[in-house]
């Protein structure tokens, strides 16, 4: 459920940077090989949104430095994320993932295991909110890249899974530039940007949570717990 294939000049007008310096910064990061690249090439043929590719490398980082040993993920689309975090986390993650589009589980669940990834990774069928709402485990970092008109109804649900020192990554929170612009919002996109802009209002005043918004692709909002 990410916003576009990052390996293509299509979604350029997507993003929330200037050209001239997403394609410079997109230059530094390295080319995946074997199965990443086998996945990002799929997304391209078959018009699959991924993560961009700045989005991944941040993942990566992230999973890098916090060594999560939980990670719940909203919007599986083909399990690209997952299998990033996975091996990110030399596969000391497990990984929880939720998507609704029945297509997408399917699809997903044949790379998974394609890949060898079974015992690392679990897909949870259904409506985010609903799977949310029963679930009880804790996590480490919680990435939201699904139904973007709905992270305000995500984050209570995010915050009572979170781990004390854990992290809430959300992709998309400046949704191709409309959130901070009024001049570029669509009107078929008014709910989603009004929804959206109560999320980030939201992370961003809570006086127990510390936020910061990175105009990175197409938005991307870390959040965590203040220390005490």
């Known amino acids: 459920d990410a916003s576009c294939d990052w390996s293509s000049d299509v979604c350029s007008s997507d993003l ?9 910064l997109r230059g530094l990061i390295p080319d995946h090989q074997g199965m990443l690249k086998e996945l990002e090439e799929y997304s391209i043929d078959n018009k699959v949104p ?22 719940l993920e909203l919007g599986t689309a083909i399990g690209y994320s997952s299998i990033l975090m996975s091996v990110a986390s030399k596969r000391n993650s497990k990984i929880t993932t939720i998507e609704r589009d029945k297509e997408m589980v399917e699809k997903a669940t ?22 949310i709402e029963s679930i009880e485990d804790k996590f480490d970092i919680i990435f939201m890249d699904a139904g973007k008109g709905h ?3 995500f984050l209570p649900h995010c915050l009572r899974l979170l781990n004390k020192d854990g992290i809430i990554i959300a992709d998309n929170v400046l949704f191709r530039g409309m959130v901070p612009s009024d001049e570029l919002v669509k009107r078929r996109k008014i709910t989603i940007v009004k929804r959206m802009r109560t999320y980030l209002e939201l992370v961003s005043k809570d006086e127990e949570l510390i936020t910061s918004v990175i105009p990175m692709g197409d938005g991307i909002a870390v959040t965590k717990r203040r220390g005490i």
């Open 16 to 24: 929330v940077t200037f050209d001239y310096m997403e394609k410079y």
């Open 50 to 71: 991924i993560v961009q590719k700045e989005t991944g490398r941040f993942l990566e980082l992230m999973v890098d430095l916090t060594k999560p040993k939980r990670i």
């Open 110 to 131: 044949v790379n998974i295991h394609k890949y060898g990834f079974e015992d690392d990774i679990e897909i949870l069928e259904g409506d985010c909110l609903e799977i």
């Open 151 to 153: 992270y305000n109804h």
